[in-house]
């Protein structure tokens, strides 16, 4: 087992799993080094080099594909989120990842009928795109593969990242190979064959089942 995957699992809700496909990407995080551990012990993983990603940043483009960290946050700070600290609510998320730079969040949610899906946080300083990123979890890992700069906006899933403009994200191969060779199937070309309804925090008949469940228990 990972060191991920046991601080996470550390982290789960009764009711909660951590789905295998997550499993074999901590798995993998791992077995190339993509991760550091802060003093604490606390594990944070990656899905390409840090060092190299730093060096490549230019105002023009940078490598690595999408940036996002992971982690085992769980649901300690989600009563700033919600604005309440009902265990009822905060009890069906456990939060994993860190998608974007200005604080959005990746988290596995209970659904009221039990099932547990992949969901989005947007930060509200930045993002604010509140709904499921995945039903399926090798959906989520493929999400990862198709190389948007950060999964928090969902306002480019319509698109394919760009290959040229104003800043080119180059897309992470090894990670691309190894998605590819661990669940046979195609990567998408856009994240809207994915994410359904990339919806706003707020926003008035969403289509989203996680978005409307926020609406009805944030204070």
């Not at 550091?36 to 060096?55: M, S, V, W, Y």
């Not at 099932?115 to 947007?122: A, N, S, Y």
Request: charged share 20%.
């Amino acid at each position: 087992m990972s060191k991920l995957e046991e601080q996470v699992n550390g982290k789960l809700l009764p009711g909660m799993h951590l789905p295998h496909p997550l499993q074999a990407l901590f798995n993998w995080i791992e077995g190339n080094g993509l991760y550091i551990d802060r003093p604490t012990g606390e594990r944070i993983g990656f899905l390409f080099p840090e060092a190299e990603l730093r060096d490549s940043w230019t105002e023009t483009e940078r490598k690595g594909g999408t940036n996002i960290e992971f982690f085992a946050e769980g649901n300690a700070n989600l009563k700033y989120w919600f604005g309440h600290e009902r265990p009822e609510v905060l009890d069906r998320l456990c939060v994993f990842a860190k998608t974007g730079a200005e604080g959005s969040m990746a988290a596995l949610w209970l659904a009221p009928n039990g099932d547990q899906k992949f969901v989005h946080l947007g930060s509200g300083s930045g993002s604010v795109m509140t709904c499921i990123l995945a039903d399926d979890p090798v959906d989520f890992v493929r999400l990862l593969a198709i190389g948007y700069d950060e999964i928090c906006w969902g306002s480019d899933f319509a698109a394919p990242p760009p290959l040229d403009g104003s800043f080119v994200v180059h897309p992470n191969i090894e990670y691309r190979q190894w998605v590819q060779a661990t669940f046979p199937g195609v990567i998408p070309q856009i994240g809207l064959e994915i994410v359904k309804h990339p919806d706003d925090m707020g926003d008035a008949g969403s289509k989203d089942q996680f978005n409307r469940w926020v609406a009805q228990n944030v204070a």
